[in-house]
């Protein structure tokens, strides 16, 4: 039941909200807005008190949608800062885990060398043993065919 000179700025802001803008809503708002000519009025004394009461709830109607406006954007600025904080944490969580993995590959990649070289001296162990068992053996060899 709004009084004719307010179903526009509600008009307005209905379309505003609908656009789901911020910065729609005040430019809305402020073309359809019949206070200067009511302020205007008012000060050529052309104006009842009706009119003025008509004034004031155009103003407190503005206030709230500014407030409420301005509340929206807060809240969308603290939900942008706390998603931006939740992705450096998973990023940063991301890069402990790639670098624990790489230090792991390393740790892995040491184990793999150091077994290597084990092997390798394992395998010179073996290899000097066998020449040392075929020198021993030959000594002993020539020891029976100059015994014989």
Known sequence: MASDALQPVLSAIARAVDRGGTQAAPAATQATNPLPTLTAARLDGYINPADEAKDRNNRLILDVVDKSLERSAKLREEATKRRD??????????????????????????????????????????????LLAEIEARRNARGLNVAA
């Open 85 to 130: 904080e939740r992705r450096a944490e998973e990023a940063r969580r991301e890069e402990s885990r790639a670098e624990r993995e790489a230090n792991e590959a390393a740790a892995q990649a040491a184990a793999d060398q150091r077994r290597a070289v084990e092997a390798q001296r394992q395998q010179r162990r073996d290899e000097r043993d066998s």
